[in-house]
């Protein structure tokens, strides 16, 4: 113990934008929590024990979102001046812990992570810590690792580390509080920019290259290491894989950010899409009718809701019903965005028709709005207390789950139970239907459980996995594997070091 009271803030902007999708992220997208609220919900206390016993937490404002376009300017500048404030009348502080993603893009502004921390920074001066958990599908630039003293990332793809990075983070950000020395912090820029579906840790090369984080970390003595993929969908110069090494001794920070960045960048041409099944939507067709077990599950990952897909458009679903040979899969298109469609419903009621196209209210790039003679076969009540939140649509055999914003439909968690949920709702029974479509791109593990078979169909929209169809105009190039005839420069940057 320190035998002092510690004070650490906590703040953050968390959200996931792709400058390819035509959605705008609005304020009403965001959770935004403050003082004891926020506090709360890390649970740090029950989850860390003794080491928080003489923290005083500071917490100020953190906004949390999922995925989806561009942020609003006013609400990012809402936020940082709300967090600007709070952190000039908090008193003297110890540290600052930031709860952050990486790949947030504001309309109108680059680098917004980098803004923020960089506004924090400014506030509380050099001799108070900064600490942050990051999305290793965030960007971690030279300037970020720059103007932070510590900073943990997620390991696994899916994130089922979530929990653990953010004590990781705070644990290292007493522990350097407590020794009153900042560690050395050793950073390289990988030039490679790599999805999620490429580098799924469930799968190899990713998961040996990740799983030898801890492994290095315990060689070097290191205090902790970090491998971040970059974030592909949006077009700003500092989008690229990075490393970075925090340890006492300098040249063990430099030895092993070295070793990491290396193992990354021999195995980039490794990092094959994850599903076992991918290709076109009609190939993904062609799979689903081709006898496989069923229920199968079809991505339709060009409108990735999880990575800033704005989940209405109705590419996979025109084509779907431009096909006489797929009339014969009863199938269920989950989670489109179309909240007039969802109103329209309330409105008409169970069992009534609604006669209206639906979907492509925002994108409309790929496919126009579906028509159709739409038949309400079910409201969804939200399992939060907040009313109606989505509702089932049929016309023939093609059921539509239309929901009022973007989030990812997921397997129920019990295989003995055909259900499965989206936001706060639950829509049971799924075994009348021959496929699920999903709007996401690697099934999550919950998904993967509901269904018997699967195809990653690469469709495109806003989280297009064909990037020769992505407009690259902004990235520090040569980029792998935008670029492949290049060296990449590996060798690690000690980054200056302040005293405390």
């Known amino acids: 113990?320190?035998?002092?009271?510690?004070?650490?803030?906590?703040?953050?902007?968390?959200?996931?934008?792709?400058?390819?999708?035509?959605?705008?992220?609005?304020?009403?997208?965001?959770?935004?929590?403050?003082?004891?609220?926020?506090?709360?919900?890390?649970?740090?206390?029950?989850?860390?024990?003794?080491?928080?016993?003489?923290?005083?937490?500071?917490?100020?404002?953190?906004?949390?979102?999922?995925?989806?376009?561009?942020?609003?300017?006013?609400?990012?500048?809402?936020?940082?001046?709300?967090?600007?404030?709070e952190l000039r009348e908090a008193g003297p502080l110890d540290g600052v812990y930031l709860d952050m993603h990486?790949?947030?893009?504001?309309?109108?502004?680059?680098?917004a992570?980098?803004?923020?921390?960089?506004?924090?920074?400014?506030?509380v001066g050099d001799t108070t810590v900064l600490g942050i958990s990051m999305d290793p599908h965030g960007n971690f630039s030279r300037e970020l690792a720059e103007l932070i003293d510590v900073a943990a990332v997620y390991r696994h793809?899916?994130?089922?580390?979530?929990?653990?990075?953010?004590?990781?983070?705070?644990?290292?950000?007493i522990a350097t509080i407590r020794a009153g020395v900042l560690p050395t912090k050793a950073w390289v820029r990988v030039p490679v920019l790599l999805p999620g579906e490429r580098t799924s840790t469930l799968f190899e090369p990713a998961t040996s290259v990740f799983g030898a984080l801890n492994p290095t970390i315990a060689q070097h003595g290191l205090i902790d290491a970090g491998l971040w993929c970059g974030f592909p969908w949006a077009d700003e110069d500092r989008n690229a894989a990075a490393v970075l090494t925090i340890a006492a001794d300098e040249a063990a920070a430099v030895t092993a950010a070295r070793q990491i960045a290396q193992s990354y960048w021999d195995a980039r041409e490794d990092f094959a899409i994850t599903s076992p099944n991918h290709g076109s939507w009609d190939e993904a067709l062609d799979f689903a009718l081709s006898g496989v077990p069923r229920p199968v599950y079809l991505s339709d990952s060009g409108d990735n809701v999880t990575?800033?897909?704005?989940?209405?458009?109705?590419?996979?679903?025109?084509?779907?019903?431009?096909?006489?040979?797929?009339?014969?899969?009863?199938?269920?298109?989950?989670?489109?965005?179309?909240?007039?469609?969802?109103?329209?419903?309330?409105?008409?009621?169970?069992?009534?028709?609604?006669?209206?196209?639906?979907?492509?209210?925002?994108?409309?790039?790929?496919?126009?709005?579906?028509?159709?003679?739409?038949?309400?076969?079910?409201?969804?009540?939200?399992?939060?207390?907040e009313g109606i939140v989505g509702a089932v649509l049929r016309d023939g055999n093609i059921s539509v789950s239309v929901q009022s914003h973007r989030q990812r439909f997921v397997g129920g968690v019990d295989a003995a139970t055909p259900a499965f949920a989206m936001l706060g709702l639950a829509y049971t029974d799924i075994s009348p239907f021959d496929v699920v479509v999903v709007k996401n791109g690697y099934l999550f593990p919950n998904q993967r459980e509901m269904s018997r078979s699967e195809f990653m169909a690469m469709t495109p929209g806003g989280t297009d996995l064909d990037f020769d169809r992505l407009e690259f105009d902004r990235v520090w190039r040569p980029m792998f594997p935008l670029d492949r005839d290049f060296e990449a420069d590996l060798e690690p940057v000690v980054l200056p070091q302040r005293t405390l």
């Open 307 to 385: 990575a800033g897909g704005s989940g209405d458009v109705t590419f996979a679903l025109s084509r779907t019903l431009a096909r006489s040979d797929s009339q014969g899969l009863r199938m269920l298109f989950a989670g489109l965005v179309d909240a007039p469609s969802l109103l329209a419903a309330i409105e008409v009621g169970v069992g009534s028709v609604l006669h209206r196209a639906i979907g492509a209210t925002v994108d409309d790039r790929y496919a126009s709005a579906v028509p159709g003679d739409w038949l309400v076969e079910e409201l969804i009540d939200g399992v939060y207390g």
């Open 1 to 85: 113990m320190s035998g002092r009271v510690i004070r650490i803030a906590i703040c953050g902007i968390y959200g996931e934008c792709s400058t390819f999708s035509k959605d705008v992220m609005l304020g009403s997208m965001f959770e935004v929590l403050r003082g004891q609220e926020l506090e709360d919900q890390y649970e740090w206390p029950e989850r860390l024990g003794s080491i928080v016993d003489d923290v005083e937490w500071v917490p100020l404002t953190r906004a949390h979102s999922g995925a989806g376009g561009p942020l609003d300017a006013g609400f990012y500048d809402e936020i940082f001046d709300q967090v600007s404030q």
């Open 113 to 123: 992570e980098e803004r923020f921390v960089g506004m924090v920074r400014e506030i």
């Open 102 to 111: 990486g790949a947030l893009k504001v309309v109108g502004r680059d680098h």
């Open 157 to 173: 793809a899916p994130h089922i580390d979530r929990l653990e990075t953010r004590d990781r983070a705070v644990t290292n950000l």
